[in-house]
Nanobody
Framework: QERLAESGGGSVQPGGSLRLSCAAS????????IGWFRQAPGKAREAVAL????????WVHYSNEDRFAISLDTATDIVYLQLTKLKTDDTAVYFC???????????????WGQGTQVTVTF
């Protein structure tokens, strides 16, 4: 089963933190960009953070860089999304995604995980 695999979601209180993980070893040769999207109920899927997979300087895109951080562990090919100071509006299903070209449009990324639920609530 060649799909991205997310983990780390859960329920936290506002102000809390979560770290999401995405096992992406099978996509390192197929994708130049990997990262995270999220989709809240009734809302469109939106980009959260993306990072380049190749060598050299990393190119990173953030939607909320003050609170979110993406990283790629090249030893394990695991992509992390550190979510801090979480707000109720961050509640969504978070998806790991990858593609050959950079895009913040979900339809442009070819590879997806099943999603992991992040719920921020009192």
């Amino acid at each position: 089963q060649e799909r991205l695999a997310e983990s780390g979601g859960g329920s936290v209180q506002p102000g809390g933190s979560l770290r999401l993980s995405c096992a992406a070893s099978q996509y390192m040769t197929r994708a130049n960009y990997i990262g995270w999207f999220r989709q809240a109920p009734g809302k469109a899927r939106e980009a959260v953070a993306l990072i380049s997979t190749g060598g050299g300087h990393k190119w990173v895109h953030y939607s909320n860089e003050d609170r979110f951080a993406i990283s790629l562990d090249t030893a394990t090919d695991i992509v992390y999304l550190q979510l801090t100071k979480l707000k109720t509006d961050d509640t969504a299903v978070y998806f790991c995604a990858a593609g050959r070209s950079f895009s913040i449009r979900p339809e442009d990324l070819a590879y997806w995980g099943q999603g992991t639920q992040v719920t921020v609530t009192f």
